[in-house]
């Protein structure tokens, strides 16, 4: 099959189009023939080897997974031995992070965990645009608990991959939203359901008046410091990325209880209750950019440059 690999880390170029062997499932996967994908700041991250302490489990000296590709929509083609719920021709959606990558490529072998049917209402492209970041959102919006209709919640980096989704998410749980994002962005955060926008390009969200029962912060380029005036009392932050290392270790370091990191892993329970929230019309993937499989490379940069308007996604046709 084909599929896109890499041997060193470095920038997208690196990556180049390669005949290599199709997986085989386990007993508890399915092999997927996977129709779409979409890009993920982990592919960009992975395939730099950044931040180099990820290195330590990522590959020290070079990388231990060739193929990249976290998000994936397609056809079951086969199942394994000790699968039952799933079947060949199902139309399924899937997130491989926590299972060695993979997407990149003309087939998939996909753990059942991590798997669930695509939302029928979806086309393969629309799908493959869910699980990463959906799932941070909805993991990070629950980080200290599931949201409360009352509460003031502020999303920073409103119009991500993840931040597209947190807006939506929120709304859906009918807390009052405010998303931050830069001005030409604006019409594009209310028309996902914002009830309140700040234009960070001219306002600091932290250093005004307003404060927020949980903030969601899918930038991590503020401080510890500047998030907790941003919280009432009893207020809670998550932050799911960090502008840098520091960024990170403050966090890690001075956050206690109330600025916590998220960490997400794609669970088919979430899955499931995204396409429940999807079938229902309270959430849709907002499509920034399609690319074909042979650009994933140029995929791959154009989400690296920090100012996707959601996701970017591509077609393995
Ligand atoms: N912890 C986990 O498990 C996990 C999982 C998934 C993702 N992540 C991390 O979460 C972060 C977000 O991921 P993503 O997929 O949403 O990334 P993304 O799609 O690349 O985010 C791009 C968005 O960030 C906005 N942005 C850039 N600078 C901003 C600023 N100063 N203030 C407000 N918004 C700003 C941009 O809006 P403008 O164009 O308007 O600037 C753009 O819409 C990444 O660091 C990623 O690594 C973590």
Same mark, same amino acid.
Request: proline letters at 5%; aromatic letters at 6%.
């Given at each position: ?11 997208? +170029? ?6 290599? *062997? ?44 060739? #193929?990249?590709?976290?998000? &994936? ?6 199942? %394994? ?18 299972? %060695? ?37 909805? +993991? ?14 502020? #999303?920073?980096?409103?119009? %991500? ?46 250093? %005004?008046?307003?404060?927020? *029962? ?46 916590? +990191? ?24 907002? #499509? *920034? ?6 650009? #994933?490379?140029?995929? &791959?940069?154009?989400?690296? @440059?920090? @100012? ?10």
């Amino acid at each position: 099959m084909k599929a896109f690999v890499y041997e060193k880390y470095g920038p997208p +170029q690196r990556l180049r189009m390669a005949e290599v *062997d199709k997986p085989a499932p386990n007993a508890d996967e399915v092999l997927v023939k996977v129709l779409a994908a979409s890009v993920n700041a982990a592919d960009w991250h992975v395939l730099r080897g950044k931040p180099l302490f990820s290195r330590a489990t990522l590959g020290l000296l070079r990388p231990k997974h060739k #193929i990249l590709g976290v998000d &994936i929509a397609g056809r079951v083609e086969a199942v %394994g031995s000790g699968v039952t719920r799933f079947q060949p021709g199902d139309e399924v959606y899937a997130n491989l992070l926590d299972h %060695g990558y993979g997407g990149f490529a003309e087939y998939a072998s996909v753990p059942v965990g991590v798997l669930s049917l695509k939302p029928a209402s979806l086309s393969f492209e629309e799908a493959a645009a869910v699980p990463m970041a959906a799932v941070t959102a909805l +993991q990070g919006l629950r980080r200290h608990g599931e949201p409360q209709p009352t509460q003031r919640v502020l #999303i920073n980096g409103a119009t %991500g991959g993840v931040g597209s989704f947190a807006v939506q998410l929120a709304k859906s749980y009918g807390a009052e939203v405010t998303a931050v994002t830069s001005t030409r962005n604006l019409d594009l955060v209310r028309s996902l359901g914002a009830d309140h926008v700040v234009d960070y390009t001219t306002t600091d969200f932290a250093a %005004g008046g307003r404060r927020y *029962d949980l903030i969601l912060d899918t930038v991590g380029n503020r401080s510890v410091a500047d998030l907790k005036r941003a919280l009432t009392q009893g207020g809670k932050a998550a932050v799911t990325g960090f502008t840098s290392v520091a960024k990170l270790l403050g966090v890690s370091l001075r956050g206690g209880k109330d600025v916590a +990191q998220v960490s997400a892993h794609v669970t088919t329970r979430d899955l499931e209750l995204l396409s429940e929230l999807i079938e229902a019309g309270k959430l849709h993937p907002q #499509i *920034d950019r399609h690319y074909p499989f042979a650009d #994933i490379p140029a995929a &791959i940069a154009y989400l690296e @440059h920090g @100012h996707a308007r959601a996701k970017v996604v591509v077609a393995m046709t």
